[in-house]
């Protein structure tokens, strides 16, 4: 990828590398015998749709928008779950869904007849809560104390909902086969009753199998055991990190740069908080090309990365350079392609990045450019 040819900002795909980790997902799902569906939460740019159509077959949404772009764009109805549906919306949804799962038992009943009197085939299945969770942030562990995220056994009183077909969890984050292999564990002790009259089971998502060093042989033996004890179902799992996992970047330029009692920060144009809310919200340190993330107080040329909007901690604590930052400078900031674009807002008016993709033959196709009427039309 040649940076020089980027304009900025900007994030770009590459084509290579998604191809690479699709490659990845496909030997997993073919081996073990299961079915991998794309989160749309994590990923959503539907113009690398036709490469992730020759490996995965469907896509799980979580809104009326996400199963219509699952309609147009994969190109097949999707797998959808929300936290409560909308009774306007519900009709368009089933409209674009295979498979609605519903987050709790008052919801399904709210809703069952106008499946059950929908014309196309529509497999119900209801979110539960294992009760145990590998995460450690708060803010993604969706089986804390008190979760709203699914239903407990004890809920259940020994007895599914009339109907239901599928069983839905999610507890995982960036997560291991070892962790799936402990929340397996908890679900089957839970569960586990359930599953004789059951069509299929949910993994959900946090299943990072495209990671350096994640035990890929170690995944496909934890799915093959449970199917061995459940053949009858079908197994699904829906990352949302994987799929695009270290396949691209977010190029920013330096616009100036800021001295304020012995602290430099160089003025990006990009933002953190509208571009990059992860690297706040979670948080983490996202990596920069050529810079040391943990600068030492021998490194000379530290700077901290301000983002261009007015919110005072839109920026990350210093990185050291080999040389002095100059305006026009590019910055690459590294693996930017799953949780960022889906999650990138307007605040403040700032320029949104283009989005790109540098395609396997060695061009860049720049797919997506924003302007004042993105702005606009979004707002009243």
Known sequence: MDIS???????????????????????????????????????AMWSAFPLVRQYLSGATASSLSEARLCFEEMKTRAHTYSVAYLPREFGQIMKYSS??????????????????????????????????????????NPAAPGSR????AENFKGRLPEGIEGLHFHTLCESSSFDLEQTLEHFEQR?????????????????????????????IGVLRAFRARHPHLQVILEPGSAIAWDTGVLVASVLDVVKNKGIKTAILDVSFTAHMPDTLEMPYRPRVRNANAEPTPSDKFQYRLGGVSCLSGDFMTEYAFDRPLKVGQKIVFEDMIHYTMVKSTTFNGVTHP?????REDGR????????????????S
């Open 99 to 140: 498979h609605i799962t519903f987050n709790s038992q008052a919801q399904y009943k709210r809703f069952r007849r106008r499946l059950e009197k929908h014309p196309e085939r529509i497999s119900p299945g209801i979110r539960v809560n294992p009760e145990w969770s590998p995460v450690g942030t708060a803010l993604y």
């Open 5 to 43: 040819k980027i304009p900025s900002p900007c994030f770009v795909l590459d084509e290579a590398l998604l191809r690479k980790n699709l490659q990845l997902i496909d030997r997993v799902q073919r081996e073990a015998g299961v079915q991998i569906i794309l989160a749309f939460k994590g990923f």
């Open 354 to 358: 283009a989005i790109a993709i540098w």
């Open 364 to 379: 860049l196709d720049v797919v997506k450019k924003f302007g004042y009427r993105d702005y606009k039309g979004r707002l």
């Open 191 to 219: 569960f586990g009753a359930f599953l004789p009259g059951l069509k299929w089971v949910n993994f959900g998502g946090g299943h990072l199998m495209t990671r350096h060093r994640y035990d890929v042989e170690h995944l």
């Open 149 to 152: 995220l699914g239903e407990v």
